[in-house]
Structure formats: C-alpha cells, structure tokens
C-alpha cells in the first residue's frame, strides 16, 4: 500500500531537495542562489484524482523552477522553466495562481459558456503538460473542458483526449 504524504511532509521533503539540486537546476548562478521554495501545489489527473506534487521554485515575482514530487514524497523531476537567463524573461510566479487561472478562463471563455466551473490545476495528458482546467457547459449543454496554461489557452469536449503537439 502507497503511503502518501501531507503537504507538510512534502515541504520538508523539497526543501531538503533543494538544497542538493539548486546547482543542478541549469539556472544562472544569482537565480540558482536566491530561487526559494513557494507552497506545493497537488496536481490532479483530468478526472480529479491527485497525481503528483508540484514544488514551484521562485524569485522575487518569477517561476523560475520546480521539483515534481511522487504522492509519497519521491523525487520525480525537477528542473527550470524556460531557457532564458534574465530573471525578467521567466514566466510570472502568478501563473500559479487559481485566481489568475480563474480570471483568464473567464476571459477567454466566459461568452461561450453559461456555466464555468473554477479551475483545477491538473496535467493534460503527460504529466509534465499542466494546465489548470475549468469545465464549461454552453447554452446548448455541451460540456467542454476549459485550459489555461502560461499564458495561452485552449479548449476540447469532454472526453476527446488531448492531442499531440499541444503546448
């Protein structure tokens, strides 16, 4: 039987990781330093049932990193977000945001649909492909699945799996 553990016990965990990954990240040198642990958020597969932790790993108002960790604690992956090398090009650590999910599906999506649900932060296929996911239902009942995803966002029925290519 998996033990899984709390997010306490995922905090102490990362934090621990860390300190061990922080040169191993790919990051620059004065990122690498400075780049602290933000609160891990649960990431949940399409149909709601959790699947990994996702560690983000910020500087001042940027993603700069993450460490993805197994339900019971075991490192998973780890890396950086995005290739660039000044810490104004990496994404806004507000992408992680359910507020910020919540506004930007509504604005791309909100006339469309009678009834947006909030959103989730799921993996769209791979787990390494996450989004956070509203479901939509039009006027006409169709029940579509709402992403946002760094920026861009996208749509598909319920049930049509993810294509190949996306993001």
């Known amino acids: ?30 990122i690498a330093e400075r780049g602290r642990r933000e609160q891990p958020m649960l990431v949940k597969d399409l149909e709601g049932n959790p699947s990994y932790w996702l560690v983000p790993i910020a500087l001042e108002d940027r993603l700069v990193g993450f460490l993805r960790l197994g339900l ?5 992956a780890y890396g950086r977000f995005g290739q660039v090398r000044q810490l104004e090009d990496f994404p806004p650590l507000s992408y992680l945001s359910e507020e910020t999910a919540d506004r930007e599906i509504r604005k791309a999506f909100d006339d469309s649909y009678e009834e947006i649900s909030p959103p989730q932060l ?9 989004a956070w996911l509203s479901r939509g239902r039009s006027v006409d009942g169709t029940r579509v699945l709402l992403f946002w995803t760094f920026g861009t966002s996208y749509s598909r029925p319920e049930g049509e799996e993810p294509g190949y290519g996306l993001l």
């Open 122 to 130: 799921v993996h769209d296929g791979p787990v390494d492909r996450i």
């Open 1 to 30: 039987m998996i033990k899984k553990v709390d997010q306490a016990e995922i905090e102490r965990v990362a934090d621990g990781l860390l300190d061990t990954l922080r040169g191993e990240l790919g990051l620059p040198g004065i």
């Open 72 to 76: 019971e604690g075991d490192l998973l």
